[in-house]
């Protein structure tokens, strides 16, 4: 998922929320972010440290939510819960097979999966831990057969809120979907378990089997190939468009893409989201407020229960908001206010902490499963042969202090990271190897590796060159000319001070080893969009030399086995540093197929050795702030759900 960042266009004149804050719409600009065959990275921002952007605290909450305030209460008698969504990242796709550009937490855990379930749920109402979860599941776990080459799953009795049952025909349905248009589904990659289907069969309502031409590795198709399977209602979606009559269109090709088409076009209308009737028919255990439930121009959105739910939690709330701020500032006013029972504290914020204590708050950090990273562009004219060094890669981490920003930037609120796996939270799936710093912070580490490959350092605040051109062990190495100068380009996502601390810190830790660092800012969705502009083969857009989102980077939601198909393998979508390595190719190759996690472990020790990417320190996800009237939060998810069907709420 995407970092997000605060793509408000203006202000309006009013803080009602009905004609207040006007974001512009980035994320419709589909072609802004094509890479060719690429797209963008799978990551969501940290509201704790998007606090920066100081604006107008008015503003702050939609019309929908400030009625509810004052006992609007829905047509339940538990009352109304409302929860603080990311600054500057309003809900923007609503039907689940969502493009890349689409994949922020406001669209894929805090809105889907409330409305539609996939089919394998990952995560706990009660655990950090990212793994399976078959309780809030719909179907029941996996068999493979075969010799491990076909897999059929069972599934639970659910039924559509319409009060159809739901059957393997609505897997059916998203599986002719996908195969049919999925270059344009987020989280695929090249060569990925759904390019190795062979045989599908949907005879059996409530049981379906797939396939494969191999055997794949049981917690890799479980994690990332069915994990993304989310039963969708044929009877009621299967249409080409508007008023069109429900077929089986899905079950051609050209039937599906019209199909396909068809939804993302509905959903890219924001405005009928509440209005629409494709979108009332779910099997979550909520449903968008028919006709008020969600405001376009401010990102609000109200849930109302799906009285017709299945599952095991049924909802006790009568009403689930969420409600989009224009700052983190706004955000911590309303939250003193008592206008938000889950909400966060910016760190700038972070001495306010005993403040909310004193007062009956509960004070959460909110774990990731994800990593932050700095990728490099090795496809660039200039620098791409001097990134292609290793020993420069690790000089460069060598003088990432991770700790002191941890420390100083985020306050304590985080953990660090030394491979592609994350360290926090805890799982099976972090290497022995990657569990360490291999490349701890030094700056005499730093410069004895550049001076040992023929870099001169000639004074304070220059930057070293090669003096030994060659590709010898102890030369610079091959492409770079005598006399090329380490100075290199940076551009990060402003408005996030945490962000500047660290880039500047990293500079100067740089400059002390004969690195210099020109660094420049831009909003979110340009850093994005650059870095996703660069077309290796053609050199079109390849300027960019290094760029940081954020933290996290990545996140593993909802492919959740840390293989890096998606960020790490030559030409997979979201490789946006070119990085192209055979080893790494057939390590990621041998993780999907190979039992066991040491498959798994030999890609993520090769890939913390040879740092396609400089390892930077995650954030905490947020620091939680949840009301003394809101009870059920028992621990916070790191694939970033939230269950607000298990919340309640006590009387003030």
């Not at 062990?473 to 500047?500: D, H, K, V």
């Not at 293989?563 to 997979?572: M, N, V």
Request: glycine content about 10%; proline content about 7%; hydrophobic content about 35%.
């Amino acid at each position: 998922m995407k970092a997000g960042a605060l793509p408000w266009a203006g202000t309006a004149n009013r803080c009602d929320g009905s004609n207040g804050q006007v974001y512009e719409d980035l994320w419709r600009r589909r072609n802004v972010l094509s890479k060719s065959t690429r797209v963008r990275r799978l990551v969501v921002g940290a509201a704790a440290i998007a606090g920066a952007s100081l604006l107008a605290a008015c503003g702050a909450v939609s019309a929908g939510a400030q009625l509810s305030r004052q006992g609007q209460t829905g047509s339940g008698s538990g009352g109304v819960v409302t929860f603080a969504n990311q600054v500057g990242a309003p809900p923007t796709y609503i039907f689940p097979m969502y493009p890349i550009q689409d994949a922020q937490n406001s669209d894929i855990t805090y809105f889907q999966p409330l409305l539609w379930r996939p089919l394998y749920w990952f995560g706990h109402e009660s655990s950090s831990a990212p793994t399976i979860n078959y309780r809030l599941s719909l179907a029941y776990p996996p068999e493979f057969s075969n010799g491990g080459r076909t897999v059929t799953v069972r599934l639970r009795r659910y039924v559509w809120s319409d009060g159809r049952p739901v059957t393997s025909r609505d897997v059916e349905f998203w599986m002719h979907l996908l195969l049919a248009v999925k270059s344009s589904w987020g989280i695929w990659a090249p060569g990925d378990w759904s390019s190795h289907i062979v045989g599908m069969n949907f005879a059996r309502p409530g049981q379906f089997s797939i396939t494969f031409n191999q055997q794949f590795n049981q917690n890799y198709l479980l994690y990332n190939g069915l994990a993304q399977i989310t039963p969708i209602p044929q009877h009621a979606w299967d249409r080409k468009a508007a008023g069109g009559a429900i077929g089986n269109y899905d079950r051609t090709a050209a039937g599906a893409r019209a199909v396909y088409s068809y939804l993302n076009d509905q959903s890219k209308t924001l405005a009928t989201w509440d209005t629409n009737p494709l979108w009332q028919v779910v099997d979550g255990p909520w449903r968008l407020q028919p006709n008020t439930g969600f405001n376009p121009a401010t990102g609000y959105a109200a849930f109302v229960p799906n009285r017709h739910y299945s599952g095991p939690q049924r909802p006790k709330v009568s009403k689930y908001e969420l409600l989009t701020f224009t700052s983190a500032t706004a955000e911590f006013d309303a939250l003193l206010a008592g206008r938000v029972d889950y909400g966060y504290l910016p760190f700038q914020d972070v001495a306010l902490k005993q403040r909310l204590l004193s007062s009956g708050y509960q004070v959460k950090p909110w774990l990731y499963w994800g990593i932050s990273y700095i990728p490099f562009n090795f496809a660039n004219p200039r620098v791409g042969r001097v990134f292609d060094q290793l020993y420069i890669r690790q000089a460069m981490q060598h003088v990432i202090d991770e700790s002191q920003y941890i420390s100083r930037v985020f306050k304590g609120y985080g953990s660090p990271d030394y491979g592609p796996v994350p360290v926090q939270p805890p799982s099976q799936f972090v290497s022995p190897l990657a569990a360490h710093p291999l490349y701890p912070y030094s700056v005499g580490a730093a410069r004895q590796l550049l001076a040992s490959h023929g870099w001169v350092l000639h004074g304070a605040n220059s930057a070293a060159s090669c003096e030994r051109p060659g590709s010898g062990p102890s030369e610079c190495g091959a492409g770079i000319a005598r006399g090329a100068a380490l100075n290199f380009t940076m551009l990060y996502a402003s408005g996030t001070p945490a962000y500047s601390q660290i880039m500047q810190a990293w500079k100067s830790s740089l400059a002390e080893a004969g690195i210099q660092l020109a660094l420049s800012q831009a909003p979110f969705s340009t850093v994005a969009a650059t870095e996703a502009g660069c077309d290796a083969k053609t050199g079109s857009g390849c300027s960019w030399e290094m760029t940081y989102l954020g933290a996290p980077t990545t996140t593993y939601v909802p492919v959740y086995y840390p293989t890096g198909e998606i960020i790490l393998h030559s030409g997979a979508p979201d490789n946006v540093g070119n990085y192209d390595n055979p080893v790494n190719d057939a390590n990621i190759n041998a993780s999907h197929v190979q039992p066991g996690l040491g498959a798994l472990y030999r890609y993520e020790d090769f890939v913390a050795r040879q740092l396609p990417l400089l390892y930077m320190p995650n954030s905490v996800y947020q620091i939680s702030v949840i009301s003394k009237r809101l009870h059920g939060v028992t621990a916070q998810d790191s694939t970033n759900h939230i269950y607000p069907e298990v919340w309640t709420l006590s009387k003030r």
